[in-house]
């Protein structure tokens, strides 16, 4: 097939628009963290993106979407980009490397929330280019290089199994390993500035829809039904998770932008499977669930108080059952449990469960030996001080 132009521009559009996430998911943290960490929050993105786009370059993409090693990662038929270039089926071969570039630099982000306010610079480099090539480029294999959850039919049209679950469970173990910030429990940790973390929501909602729109590949219909459907998710969880915070008090801006994260969480596996009015369910679900997941943080004491694990965890997890339920093959041409397909179903809970076990399993293994060996945390001094000036020697407030 050749080179479409048509194609080929709206993916580099929406390859831009993921890119634009990643501050995004900075912004939105950078909002929830004291105001001694603010900066520190937005670079921890913007590291998190550099490292991946290197790794992805030299090596990553090659264990991804390289030749299939027994079912679990790719080989090295890609090193250094061997072989991709600027021919392919519709678009580049160049261009669908660098939109998958933008989705691992994205998910190395949302990681960051395990360690906010605590975490030394020079460990996390370290940690992120073991997480990316051990944690994400295995899970990218599985789903969409040709791996074993591939094989079984597995369906994660955008993410919700290699974005999602990776990162919201790898932020949960990251958090338990590192341990709670000092004061944790016992100080207020307000966020300090609600309103960056409204426009940090606001890039991420915009991004989504190069996300999963551009997992089509094409501009085509698919596309517009999946950009439809992650609008229609957004909004559903936006409006539970609203309602919800309204019922135990006030109707929180926080909560509704949260609760729109997590609707675009739920949507990202099914995206290209569904219907509007299943967006409309998966959504809703969504914000119910990842605000009763982040209550039963609050009740645990757990620190990760950013709520990656709430929101794209636990929304990761459900967006990919749901899609096991949900799907029509209407649209993309698979039934799901609704439809009298229990197959489908169960296979998305084997996927699901498989990529909780191991996002989390290794994510810990790795953090710990990296925190036996450099030290993840700063002191306690540093800490206290705030990661802005300790760890980069400025300040966002003067």
Aim: hydrophobic share 55%; glycine share 16%; charged share 10%.
């Amino acid at each position: 097939m050749a080179i479409d132009a048509g194609d080929t521009a709206f993916i580099l559009i929406c390859t831009a628009m993921v890119m634009l996430m990643t501050p995004g998911v900075g912004l939105f943290y950078g909002g929830l963290v004291r105001r001694k960490n603010i900066i520190a929050m937005i670079t921890l993105a913007f590291i998190a993106f550099s490292v991946v786009s290197l790794q992805w370059i030299l090596f990553g993409y090659s264990l991804a979407f390289g030749t299939d090693i027994g079912g679990f990662i790719g080989g090295l038929d890609y090193l250094g980009l061997a072989g991709v270039g600027m021919d392919g089926e519709g678009i580049p071969d160049l261009l669908f490397m660098v939109f998958q570039l933008v989705f691992a630099g994205l998910t190395l982000a949302i990681v960051t929330s395990g360690a906010a306010e605590r975490v030394k610079v020079s460990s996390f480099i370290v940690f992120g280019l073991l997480w990316t090539t051990l944690v994400y480029d295995p899970l990218a294999h599985w789903a969409w290089g040709g791996g074993w959850a591939a094989s079984l039919g597995a369906l994660d049209f955008a993410g919700g199994t290699v974005v999602h679950i990776s990162s919201g469970f790898g932020a949960l173990a990251l958090a338990l390993v590192i341990g709670r910030r000092v004061g944790f429990g016992t100080y207020t940790m307000e966020p300090h500035n609600i309103p960056l973390t409204l426009i940090g929501g606001a890039l991420l909602w915009f991004g989504w829809f190069g996300f999963n729109a551009g997992s089509a590949l094409a501009a085509n219909g698919l596309a517009a039904s999946a950009f439809v459907v992650t609008n229609t998710s957004a909004a559903a969880g936006a409006i539970a998770w609203l309602v919800a915070s309204w019922y135990r008090g006030k109707p929180s801006s926080l909560g509704m932008i949260s609760g729109a994260i997590a609707g675009l969480v739920a949507i990202t596996p099914a995206a290209g499977f569904v219907d509007p009015v299943s967006a409309i369910a998966i959504g809703g679900v969504a914000g119910l669930l990842c605000y009763g997941a982040m209550l039963f943080r609050l009740s645990r004491g757990l620190d990760e108080s950013l709520d990656a694990w709430a929101v794209h965890g636990m929304g990761g997890l459900w967006g990919a059952i749901a899609t096991g339920i949900f799907a029509v093959a209407a649209v993309g041409g698979v039934d799901g449990l609704l439809y009298g397909n229990v197959d489908q179903f169960v296979i998305q809970v084997v996927d699901a469960g498989a990529a909780l076990v191991y996002a989390f399993g290794m994510t810990y293994a790795l953090a710990w030996i990296v925190d036996r060996t450099l030290g993840l945390r700063v002191s306690e001094d540093e800490e206290y001080v705030g990661l802005d000036i300790s760890q980069h020697g400025e300040s966002a407030h003067t």
